[in-house]
């Protein structure tokens, strides 16, 4: 048994491995995802910004539009990219492709093709994000140390919505159905106190956005880039957390029903 357990982050490795060689044939889809977040940034954060002026941020403090949505565009950011591989990526290979059925007949379990899958994707979006980061500090929207963690923490919001992507997306059964994430993705996009401070929305709206995942992203990155850092931000992290994990061990289990029946 703990010859398995530590074998298995090699195992994990090489489906990392296997998708960052595939990769390198369609590299411009890869750099494609670092120009949408920016170009949101630039256009809604520093165009609206102008109109707009200041907005109240965390803990009541006045700060500037584009500075109030550039955190928010952060979360968003690594909410798409884990999205992306982890929902249509993964179901053409799983449905499709026949991927996973290759990766199978070797010492590969099923275990380690969600992980490693969900991996990849968390490397992608850390990239990303990373690189989202370093252009807010070069525009001065960056106010607090504390946004050393927004990768981290950008990688966890990836993790809740990859390990969600993973389960949800074994029920599918064709691609007719992936409509239903956009038909989840766009509200959480743009309800989730990303663009505007979480008092403005309605009072019933207001709870149902408490208890969105990318809510939990975004006030969580807010804080760190705006210095506003506490002991209720563990209540985000964890929500995410569970999230993540909860998903991916549906993801593990689903797999197996329908991999290795």
């Not at 977040?37 to 102008?50: C, Q, R, T």
């Amino acid at each position: 048994m703990s010859a398995v357990i530590m074998l298995a982050p090699r195992r994990t490795f090489r489906v990392v491995e296997r998708n960052a060689r595939s990769y390198v044939r369609v590299w411009p889809a890869f750099v494609s995802g670092f120009i949408e977040p920016v170009f949101y940034l630039f256009s809604i954060g520093i165009g609206v910004g102008e109109l707009v002026g200041e907005v109240p941020g965390p803990g009541g403090r006045p700060v500037p539009y584009e500075t109030f949505v550039a955190p928010a565009m952060l979360a968003a950011s690594a909410m798409n990219a884990t999205v992306f591989d982890c929902t249509f990526n993964f179901f053409y290979k799983f449905k499709y492709a026949q991927t996973y059925d290759g990766m199978l007949a070797t010492p590969l379990g099923v275990r380690d093709v969600a992980w490693g899958e969900l991996t990849w994707a968390l490397i992608r979006s850390a990239v990303y994000c990373l690189v989202f980061l370093l252009t807010m500090v070069a525009m001065g929207l960056v106010e607090s140390w504390w946004a050393v963690l927004a990768v981290p923490v950008a990688s966890l919001i990836g993790l809740a919505f990859g390990g969600l992507g993973l389960g949800l997306t074994t029920f599918m059964r064709s691609f007719v159905d992936f409509p239903y994430i956009g038909l989840v993705i766009g509200p959480l996009f743009l309800f989730s106190a990303t663009f505007f401070p979480l008092d403005e929305y309605p009072t019933s709206l207001e709870w149902i956005v408490r208890i969105s995942p990318l809510y939990q992203g975004v006030a969580l990155e807010r804080a760190l880039v705006l210095g506003d850092v506490g002991p209720g931000l563990l209540v985000h992290v964890a929500y995410l957390a569970i999230a993540g994990l909860l998903g991916l061990r549906l993801a593990v289990r689903r797999l197996g029903l329908l991999l290795q029946p």
